[in-house]
């Protein structure tokens, strides 16, 4: 196994101590603030303590099998709230009308896992009626953000001719839009009812939920005529963990720690571009 060592903020030293842990291994610079080490000895024990020893460093810390590369996959699959974008869009609309501290609350339980994601998005967008819909695009021109490295990540995959799907728990607002800024092939998202110019409190159709992404995952991936294990899937929260689960590899970015547990994967500190470095030749 090779172990990834990276950091934005990660000095020389810090990666060369943390490199040292895992023993005897050839050290390759990744550039200023990465490392790889090659062959090292993998178990479940050095793991624990390279995790430990990484997070408190700030370095993301990823053992992967030696010689993988963007090129063994076929799609990047992404969650898009607080994964490809810095916000969690349902929170900052309900700034608009005032009610972002218990809007939050809900989306922060239901992210780790501890309320049923369909009813609590359905609460949360109850509580959005009769707010005008154009505060949807103030939130789009003053508020989202592209994660860090997020661009650049999504350049290195085309490059590398894989297919891109953002799938959301959020809204076709926000995805339909960055589709078309990002270049992104499919998109899936819940869509807001809008009457009179007004929100309604309601979603149109079926909720995407974590069973619901986990089969678009699965269809587009049936689509292009890629295996799932051919899939690089990438979120943050519990509704993530079915499609991730499915993947070849998974991404946690900024995760919870219910998700991080499970991921292939943890992006603890370095941006979404940290992904090309683990699966650097």
Known sequence: MNLVLQGPQASSDTLDRLAAIAGPARVTRLGGHAVRCEDVPFSAELKERIDAEAFAAQVDACFIEAG??????GLVAMDMDSTLITIEC???IADMQGLKPQVAEITEAAMRGELDFAASLARRVALLEGLDAGALQRVYDERLRISMGGEAMLQAVRAAGLKTLLVSGGFTFFTERLQQRLSLDVTHANV?????GKLTGR??????????KMRTVQRVCAQ????PAQAIVMGD???DLRMMGIAGLSVAFRAKPVVRAQASVALNFS???GLLTILQK
């Open 237 to 239: 929260g519990a509704n």
């Open 224 to 227: 292009y005529g890629i295996d």
């Open 271 to 273: 941006g979404l571009d």
């Open 68 to 73: 993988r590369s963007l090129r063994d996959f």
């Open 203 to 212: 979603v149109l159709g079926g909720i995407v939920d974590a069973e619901e």
């Open 90 to 92: 349902i929170d900052e």
């Open 192 to 196: 807001l009812e809008v009457a009179d």
